[in-house]
């Protein structure tokens, strides 16, 4: 017997969520639906006030954005040889895999185990999660450090959210393959609509850990609204200012800055995570009063 997973209260395919069988058997009958059901994975349907909170900024922005990504395509195709934008496969809403756009930033033909393996050791170490760009990166290519700084190289990523495949606000989208890697509390990320920036984005950002950066994305799903998203939306602006103060500053400094221990309250959700058999969006929710406002 064959079965099709959809998930609860979206009602599109995945690997996930409620599985139902709805074909016929051998005889041209209808075959009994089966659901069976995964406990302790709650998935959030995506409100519609956030569709239209994206699409009227992105309008509202659009003398903005749109002049300022074909000054980028100049600048990119000019300082290196090859392909102004790269594509990568990610992991969105409900586990489903979808293609993002970014500017290209690396040389051409740079080799990508070497940021595969530095992500896969900060997963497993509890230390700040470093950019190698901080280090010299030598893959990168002419502006490719002030992209990344400045996330400008996520701006093709705009066109994902009038797709409706990620939002503005919300937990970035993470790879296959390090999905892959993630623990089944972590893996409750992907029950939000990804977006640009987030939650963590604007809250330590490189300077936390991945258990941190998880453990924010939950609070953020589990404390959506329309205010949060504002508030987030407002805070980006100065976060990339001083991200771009930031990277002009020795890379020994920024190591010393990145080495600062979190904060209490990061402390306590990640151990809480950690330690105990509920979902850690319950936990969330029981500490969302004690946590830090954007």
Not at 39 to 48: C, S
Not at 128 to 141: C, E, F, I, N, S
């Given at each position: 017997?064959?079965?099709?997973?959809?998930?609860?209260r979206v009602g599109r395919p995945t690997k996930g969520g409620s599985l139902p069988y709805n074909s016929a058997n051998g005889n041209g009958a209808k075959a009994p639906r089966i659901t069976v059901a995964f406990?302790?994975?709650?998935?959030?349907?995506?409100?519609?006030?956030?569709s239209a909170l994206d699409i009227t900024c992105v309008l509202l922005a659009l003398p903005i954005w749109l002049p300022l990504m074909i000054l980028l395509m100049l600048v990119t195709r000019l300082a290196s040889p090859g392909p102004i934008?790269?594509?990568?496969?990610?992991?969105?809403?409900?586990?489903r895999h979808f293609s993002i756009w970014k500017f290209r930033t690396m040389k051409m033909s740079a080799e990508t185990h070497t940021h595969?393996?530095?992500?896969?050791?900060?997963?497993?170490?509890?230390?700040?999660?470093?950019?190698?760009?901080?280090?010299?990166?030598?893959?990168?290519?002419p502006f490719g450090r002030f992209l990344r700084a400045s996330g400008l190289d996520e701006l093709p990523q705009i066109f994902n959210v009038l797709c409706g495949e990620m939002s503005l606000v919300g937990p970035r989208p993470c790879t296959p393959k390090e999905f892959a890697h993630y623990e089944p509390w972590q893996q409750e990320r992907a029950n939000g609509l990804p977006g640009l920036t987030g939650y963590w984005?604007?809250?330590?950002?490189?300077?936390?850990?991945?258990?941190e950066m998880i453990v924010m994305?939950?609070?953020?799903?589990?404390?959506?609204?329309?205010?949060?998203?504002?508030?987030?939306?407002?805070?980006t602006c100065t976060v990339i200012a001083r991200q771009l103060l930031e990277s002009r500053l020795p890379a020994q400094s920024k190591r010393e800055d990145t080495a600062l221990p979190p904060a209490p309250i990061l402390q306590t959700l990640v151990e809480s995570a950690r330690k105990s058999p509920r979902s850690p969006t319950t936990i969330l929710s029981g500490l969302a009063e004690s946590a830090n406002k954007p």
């Open positions: 017997m064959r079965i099709e997973g959809h998930l609860p406990p302790g994975t709650p998935v959030h349907r995506v409100p519609a006030w956030k934008f790269y594509r990568q496969e990610r992991v969105g809403l409900g586990r595969e393996h530095y992500f896969r050791e900060l997963m497993k170490g509890d230390r700040p999660m470093t950019k190698l760009d901080a280090y010299g990166d030598p893959r990168l290519a984005q604007v809250n330590g950002k490189n300077k936390t850990t991945f258990n994305d939950l609070f953020y799903i589990k404390n959506l609204s329309i205010l949060l998203d504002l508030k987030i939306m407002f805070k």
